[in-house]
């Protein structure tokens, strides 16, 4: 059995998280074949919402579901726990784990195609806004020409959003530019300044205290929440980081779109 296949076969785990959530785990191991069941979960709970559905969170392994225990109801009978007080039907999270179970298990191939959105990035690298591009080219005995050209070859999948509103947690850096983070985080960084922490990269959506290591800004505003999604980037996107000089930065001016 290869790595592939033992990645497809990985046992799905279903358990509850307090008494209005359960949780699906695709395996454990992070990479192209969980994302795509997490996806692939994900969209069908948004085309086909159960009663009592409140959201539902993608994250690297794991769709959480959020539902409202009152108006979950029995498939078989249509009645909710609130409607008899609990007596003769299974509980909130014993109907939604069935549910989650069938799912879980008449997922396929077609379910998991990929439709990836690809979001492109422009980046301005080095100088003031990506202080530590020096340093992470001398941990890894590089130019700093030779790590903005590898940074900005890849195409970085979004995993999840998480940390803070409109952060995506990407995944795809190569190890060639991995760099620990800093061992005293900055009290502020600045709105998309692009970081490096570990073996992962990601860009700051809002100023916000931190200890990757910056190596550019992005002119994008990544959260503006007085829009209809207010997150540039979602789960499943591929992003792409374009190099830009300094002067086209500024050009971008205070639009950040």
């Given at each position: 059995m290869n790595r592939m296949d033992r990645e497809q076969a990985a046992?799905?785990?279903?358990?509850?998280?307090?008494?209005?959530?359960?949780?699906?785990?695709?395996?454990?191991r992070?990479?192209?074949?969980?994302?795509?069941?997490?996806?692939?979960?994900?969209a069908i709970l948004e085309q086909h919402p159960f009663p009592g559905l409140i959201e539902a969170v993608p994250a690297f392994v794991t769709v959480t579901v959020y539902y409202d225990p009152m108006k979950v109801?029995?498939?078989?009978?249509?009645?909710t726990w609130s409607s008899h007080s609990g007596h003769g039907i299974r509980s909130p999270f014993g109907i939604v784990s069935s549910l989650l179970s069938r799912l879980t298990a008449s997922l396929g191939s077609d379910d998991e195609k990929d439709v990836s959105r690809i979001v492109e990035i422009p980046v301005c690298y080095g100088g003031e806004l990506g202080p530590d591009l020096q340093e992470v080219a001398e941990l890894?005995?590089?130019?700093?020409?030779?790590?903005?050209?590898?940074?900005?070859?890849?195409?970085?999948?979004?995993?999840?959003?998480?940390?803070?509103?409109?952060?995506?947690?990407?995944?795809?850096?190569s190890e060639r530019i991995a760099a620990p983070r800093r061992s005293v985080p900055r009290v502020n960084i600045e709105a998309g300044s692009v970081g490096i922490g570990g073996s992962q990269t990601g860009i700051y959506p809002i100023a916000t205290p931190g200890g990757w290591r910056l190596i550019g800004r992005t002119p994008l505003k990544l959260f503006q929440p007085d829009r209809a999604e207010p997150?540039?980037?979602?789960?499943?996107?591929l992003v792409r980081f374009r190099p830009i000089r300094y002067e086209q930065y500024i050009e971008w001016g205070e639009d950040g779109t």
């Open positions: 046992p799905v785990r279903l358990f509850p998280l307090g008494d209005a959530a359960a949780v699906v785990q695709f395996g454990s992070i990479g192209e074949t969980a994302r795509r069941k997490v996806q692939a979960l994900i109801a029995d498939p078989h009978t249509g009645e890894n005995g590089l130019a700093p020409e030779e790590v903005i050209g590898i940074h900005s070859q890849a195409d970085y999948r979004v995993h999840m959003i998480g940390f803070a509103p409109g952060f995506p947690y990407l995944g795809g850096m997150s540039l980037l979602r789960a499943g996107d």
